[in-house]
């Protein structure tokens, strides 16, 4: 069984690659010419470089450092994690289908009026 396994790796490996993220490349975000750069996003504000997908510090506290997109540039904002969601005009991620900041017995979920204000 293990040999099989051996044979399929190498077949099917020889033909995968891994690439890189976007914001790996130097021309679209300074700190990946650091060591672990493509870890890291440029953050404008102060000219330094965060780690990526780490809460806090430079976003609120609730909010994880995330790439996107700005015309062909790769750019650091500050976005809620995966599992969470902010009310229109704040800055705290609640986790949703928990109580968060509603009243006992509510809890906190997406709701369609939200979406259709979008437009």
């Known amino acids: 069984m ?5 044979i399929a790796a190498l077949l099917c490996g020889g033909h995968a690659a891994v690439l890189p993220p976007p914001w ?6 300074p700190c990946a010419s650091h ?3 493509w870890l890291m996003l440029y953050w404008p504000s ?10 806090g510090h430079p976003c ?8 996107g997109r700005l015309g062909g540039r790769t750019v650091a904002e500050c976005k809620c994690p995966p599992g969470t ?3 229109p005009h704040t800055k705290t991620c609640h986790k ?3 109580r968060g900041p509603c009243r006992a017995g509510e ?3 997406p709701v369609e009026e939200s979406f259709n204000m979008r437009g």
């Not at 102060?46 to 809460?55: E, L, M, R, S, V």
């Not at 609120?60 to 790439?67: A, I, V």
């Open 2 to 6: 293990a040999s099989w396994l051996w």
């Open 24 to 29: 790996a490349d130097v021309r679209r975000n």
């Open 35 to 37: 060591p672990r750069g």
């Open 46 to 55: 102060d000219g330094k470089c965060y780690t990526i997908y780490k809460k």
């Open 60 to 67: 609120p506290e609730t909010q994880e450092l995330s790439p």
């Open 85 to 87: 969601a902010q009310l």
């Open 96 to 98: 949703l289908f928990e």
């Open 107 to 109: 809890y906190f979920a």
